[in-house]
T-cell receptor, first 113, second 111 residues
């Protein structure tokens, strides 16, 4: 079975540009999570969706970040405008139910110059 | 606020040299403690979930144990392919979905 799919795997952009990260969760999973991983802060939860509805976006750093889940098989995380401090690895994870094991995608390594 | 501290930050072992990784946690009420393995350039890969003190789970050369304040990941006779970063995370009662992660332990096993 396919796991969580993320694209692109690597993204290099210049400060001020819009960046869109994409995620396809595991089929049948109704919970989706976006995380950011940095050396300094480790893995941090950005936003959580349940049944395509955003439940908790308290981890989104600022208004430059937005996330959508238009259907059960697709989610996006958008940064506009991007800044160098946004450079990190962004992971998408999904789980069967709210409290079940979260399965992670391969991540998108974002570099903002 | 939930907190997870992992030690050591890095551990270097010789092949066959058994050791343990530590995960200390502070949480209002523990629903579950999760162990993940992360290889360079990849996402965290699920290993174990522990729910109550005294519980143990095993997978190949790995055994995870849980007390009321910490969890240990015991690695018996490790092989070079066990080299990875091992992450611990807690899920608190009442916060349902939220995982609070530690910074991880980077394990290197030399042949």
């Amino acid at each position: 079975d396919a796991g969580v799919i993320q694209s692109p795997r690597h993204e290099v952009t210049e400060m001020g540009q819009e960046v869109t990260l994409r995620c396809k969760p595991i089929s049948g999973h109704n919970s989706l999570f976006w995380y950011r991983q940095t050396m300094m802060r480790g893995l941090e939860l950005l936003i959580y969706f349940n049944n395509n509805v955003p439940i908790d976006d308290s981890g989104m750093p600022e208004d430059r970040f937005s996330a959508k889940m238009p259907n059960a098989s697709f989610s996006t995380l958008k940064i506009q405008p991007s800044e160098p401090r946004d450079s990190a690895v962004y992971f998408c994870a999904s789980s069967l139910g709210t409290t079940d094991t979260q399965y992670f995608g391969p991540g998108t390594r974002l570099t903002v110059l | 606020e939930d907190q997870v501290t992992q030690s050591p930050e890095a551990l270097r072992l010789q092949e066959g040299e058994s050791s343990s990784l530590n995960c200390s946690y502070t949480v209002s009420g523990l629903r579950g403690l999760f162990w993940y393995r992360q290889d360079p350039g990849k996402g965290p890969e699920f290993l174990f979930t522990l729910y109550s003190a005294g519980e143990e789970k095993e997978k190949e050369r790995l055994k995870a144990t849980l007390t009321k304040k910490e969890s240990f990941l015991h690695i018996t006779a490790p092989k070079p392919e066990d080299s990875a970063t091992y992450l611990c995370a807690v899920q608190a009662v009442g916060s349902n979905y939220k995982l609070t992660f530690g910074k991880g332990t980077l394990l290197t096993v030399n042949p």
